[in-house]
């Protein structure tokens, strides 16, 4: 079964780091885009940065550039997602995503896999 796992979430203070990590279950993962979207309390599912297969194409939403970084290590079939400076409006559940192609979609809609997510709170 297709399944992607989200893991690192948690508690830390305003300018703290967090490094989420997303496992998959399927190797062909491996030939498609992976993207992380995060979704805080009343707000809508909001992109954060997603990753093409070579990871040589990235794209961030602006609010955490510079700050967030992705990557993915293709043998260990795990999309990471590096958090420094963290802010208390990053606080959210951080989704991870797979599309079944290999593109640096920004869109919730273009991903078709989605593991259940992980929370991160930042405090002040």
């Known amino acids: 079964q297709v399944q992607l796992v989200e893991s690192g979430g948690g508690l830390v203070q305003a300018g703290g780091s967090l490094r989420l990590s997303c496992e998959t279950s399927?190797?062909?993962?491996?030939?498609?885009?992976m993207g992380w979207f995060r979704q805080a309390p009343g707000k809508e599912r909001e992109f954060v940065a997603t990753?093409?297969?070579?990871?040589?194409?990235?794209l961030y939403t602006d609010s955490v550039k510079g700050r967030f970084t992705i990557s993915r290590d293709n043998l260990k079939n795990t999309v990471y997602l590096q958090m420094n400076s963290l802010k208390p409006e990053d606080t959210a559940v951080y989704y991870c995503?797979?599309?079944?192609?290999?593109?640096?979609?920004?869109?919730?809609?273009?991903?078709?896999?989605w593991g259940q997510g992980t929370q991160v709170t930042v405090s002040s």
């Open positions: 995503a797979a599309d079944r192609w290999d593109r640096p979609s920004t869109r919730a809609s273009d991903y078709n896999y």
């Open positions: 990753i093409t297969r070579s990871s040589i194409s990235t």
């Open positions: 399927e190797r062909t993962f491996n030939n498609c885009a």
